[in-house]
């Protein structure tokens, strides 16, 4: 399962991180035009603890501090840390917020279409984590509304278009279906 792409930066100097769920525990790693498979040794993402990983077969103890992207922090492997800072997720925003219509449109569907315009939806069943906005809010197009964490990966849910949020139709800690209306912007 491909997932966002990464511009961060290590040490000062910039890399560009592409990663794809490979397995359970899996990925398959590019940076920059290096690919490595890594591998999480342990059942969940350390954030806020020590972790281990196997990268290419030999495995690294890792300390992930709980961090803020845009923030510069300090990631530990074995005994060399590296002062880190993590850009906004390079997103195909046509994914977050694709609405689907059939190929043939009918009553039902131009109906539906007609009372949810406006209308963003979650891409995938998952939990919301995180709520950035609230109704009344003034919303730039691409910006972050909510994060959803599905498959133990936080997943950003970004505002189609400017606006003001009409409707905010989830609270943090709640469940969703893939389809369901998370915000209205109009």
Do not use: H, W
Not at 17 to 36: C, H, P
Not at 116 to 143: C, F, L, R, W
Not at 150 to 174: D, F, H, L, R, Y
């Amino acid at each position: 399962m491909k997932m966002p792409s990464y511009e961060i930066y290590i040490d000062g100097k910039p890399r560009k991180i592409e990663l794809t769920k490979t397995g359970e525990r899996s990925f398959a790693v590019k940076i920059d035009d290096k690919s490595l498979n890594v591998e999480l040794l342990t059942n969940k993402l350390g954030i806020g603890r020590q972790f281990s990983i196997k990268i290419n077969g030999k495995a690294y103890m890792v300390e992930l501090p709980k961090f803020e992207r845009e923030k510069l922090f300090s990631i530990k492997v074995e005994e060399a840390s590296f002062k880190t800072e993590v850009k906004m997720p390079i997103i195909k925003k046509a994914l977050i917020t694709f609405e689907p219509t059939p190929l043939v449109p009918t009553k039902k569907a131009i109906a539906q279409r007609q009372t949810i315009e406006g209308a963003v939806t979650a891409p995938m069943t998952g939990k919301i984590i995180s709520i950035k906005v609230a109704k009344g809010d003034q919303v730039k197009a691409n910006q972050i509304l909510c994060i959803i964490e599905a498959m133990k990966m936080e997943n950003e849910i970004c505002a189609p278009k400017a606006g003001t949020v009409q409707e905010v139709n989830v609270s943090e800690g709640s469940s969703v279906s893939e389809g369901e209306v998370l915000f209205i912007i109009g």
